[in-house]
């Protein structure tokens, strides 16, 4: 293997798609596409651009969803990539984005109602987290927001659910994966963790005679 040194431009080494919906300040609800969250415990820890209409909603109304699409969703996800509900646009995104009040529209996705929060679901992800940021800060640079939301309740399809648990099956569920500003699904399993909750054996179909 012979390394070299390069200078990437992004370092979205292949991350999870989320969804994020928030309510505006009149009352309707903003669908915004990012790549940058990971989970701690009940903690999702979500990096945002300061100027998007997301950071702006979560601070004064720190209630939202996070909504994991699947692979078959790219195409929905690709249809936001140049919308803003931020109005006027800023400055910086001009020359490329465009401002769209009806974000679910315009994506073809289905808005459902939250049990816990007020801004809604998406119907067509399979994994969906009712949450509530309960703390904003910037980041290092002081260019992003960084957001720690609490999850409040998990919906997951039932097709990727292991039957009678509340574990989400990880050979029926596979994540959109943004890998260096392209998309992918997960491939086909290698292995598992010792720490693992769903060992093969729970979700793999018994056989004949068992």
């Known amino acids: 293997m012979t390394h070299l040194t390069i200078e990437p431009s992004i370092l979205y080494v292949g991350t999870p798609v ?21 989970a701690l415990d009940d903690i999702v820890v ?16 720190p209630e939202l969803v996070i909504n994991y699409p699947s692979p078959a969703q790219w195409e929905a996800v690709e ?29 073809g996705l289905t808005a459902v109602a939250s049990s816990q929060v007020g801004p809604p679901r998406v119907a ?35 097709r990727i659910v292991v039957p009678g ?20 699904g997960l491939g086909n399993e290698l292995g598992e963790s010792f720490r693992t909750e769903t060992p093969r054996e729970l979700h793999l179909p018994a056989t004949a005679g068992q």
Not at 81 to 102: D, H, I, M, S, Y
Not at 165 to 181: G, K
């Open 79 to 107: 249809r936001m990539a140049t919308l803003t509900g931020r109005n006027p646009v800023p400055a910086a995104k001009r020359a490329r984005f465009r401002f769209e009040q009806e974000k679910f529209k315009a994506a």
């Open 46 to 61: 979500l990096g945002l651009g300061d100027s998007g209409q997301t950071g702006h909603n979560l601070r004064q109304r």
């Open 124 to 158: 067509e992800c399979p994994l969906q987290f009712e949450a509530t940021a309960v703390a904003i800060d910037f980041d290092a640079g002081g260019n992003f927001l960084i957001v720690q939301a609490k999850v409040l309740q998990v919906h997951a399809d039932e």
């Open 18 to 38: 989320a969804l994020l919906s928030t309510e505006n300040d009149d009352g309707t609800f903003n669908l915004a596409p990012m790549s940058s969250a990971w």
């Open 165 to 184: 648990t509340s574990y989400v099956d990880p050979s029926a569920w596979s994540p959109l994966i943004y890998n260096f500003r392209h998309y992918f």
